[in-house]
């Protein structure tokens, strides 16, 4: 049971461009929202987060949306650069749940950013 | 600073063997949590640990196991090894434990290969 989809396995843009990379949950208990991104040969680093009570959250280049009614969040990577190339990972909590800690990743999605 | 650090890189083991895989977290987070990723999904989470004491546990088998140690480090340990069981494990630390531990720093993980 994929309670977190990510649809698009790959996605490919121009550099200086926007990427959009989207994420789908089933779950209406999660309430966290967390996209992390990860080279080859290195860990799963933290991006950027939003909580269920805000629908964005921005961070330099990277912002976030949320849309609680259609269970649908996405990541806006404006302008894109060819350092950004990687996968993306969307995850999701149940912050007020029992079972800390635990996150709930989709499948990824690969970025690739042309120079 | 140091990041998570994890040990062995890379390992290979027949079916039926034990396996111990080790954690370092960065210094000052007292939380350690492990996850599994099989190639082409995200990251799976098997436990999280606290302070020493198991706070999460994902829908693994028994064949799975973990501890804290006094200076925050962890160890995960796989009985009756089985083919599935081939995967990066990657462990991830953070500073609390809760809805705040979301926020994870992740290892470059250890790679199991299990003939």
């Known amino acids: 049971d994929q309670q977190v989809k990510q649809n698009s396995p790959s996605l490919s843009v121009q550099e200086g461009r926007i990427s959009i990379l989207n994420c789908d949950y089933t779950?209406?208990?999660?309430?966290?929202f967390l996209w992390y991104k990860k080279y080859p040969a290195e860990g799963p680093t933290f991006l950027i987060s939003?909580?269920?009570?805000?629908d964005k959250n921005e961070d330099g280049r990277f912002t976030v949306f949320l849309n609680k009614s259609a269970k649908h969040l996405s990541l806006h990577i404006v302008p894109s650069q060819p350092g950004d190339s990687a996968v993306y990972f969307c995850?999701?909590?149940?912050?007020?749940?029992?079972?800390?800690?635990?996150?709930?990743f989709g499948q990824g999605t690969i970025l690739t950013v042309h120079p | 600073d140091a990041g998570v650090t994890q040990s062995p890189t890379h390992l290979i083991k027949t079916r039926g063997q034990h396996v111990t895989l080790r954690c370092s977290p960065i210094?000052?987070?007292?939380?350690v949590s492990w996850y599994q990723q099989v190639l082409g999904q995200g990251p799976q989470f098997i436990f999280q640990?606290?302070?020493?004491?198991?706070?999460g546990r994902g829908n693994f088998p028994d064949r799975f196991s973990a501890r804290q140690f006094p200076n925050y480090s962890s160890e995960l340990n796989v009985n009756a090894l089985l083919l599935g069981d081939s995967a990066l494990y990657l462990c991830?630390?953070?500073?609390?434990?809760?809805?705040?531990?979301?926020?994870?720093?992740f290892g470059p993980g250890t790679r199991l290969t299990v003939t």
């Open positions: 640990y606290y302070e020493k004491e198991e706070r």
């Open positions: 991830a630390s953070s500073t609390r434990v809760g809805p705040s531990s979301y926020e994870q720093y």
């Open positions: 210094s000052g987070h007292k939380s």
């Open positions: 939003i909580s269920s009570i805000k």
């Open positions: 995850a999701a909590a149940n912050a007020g749940g029992t079972s800390y800690g635990k996150l709930t």
């Open positions: 779950n209406s208990m999660f309430d966290y």
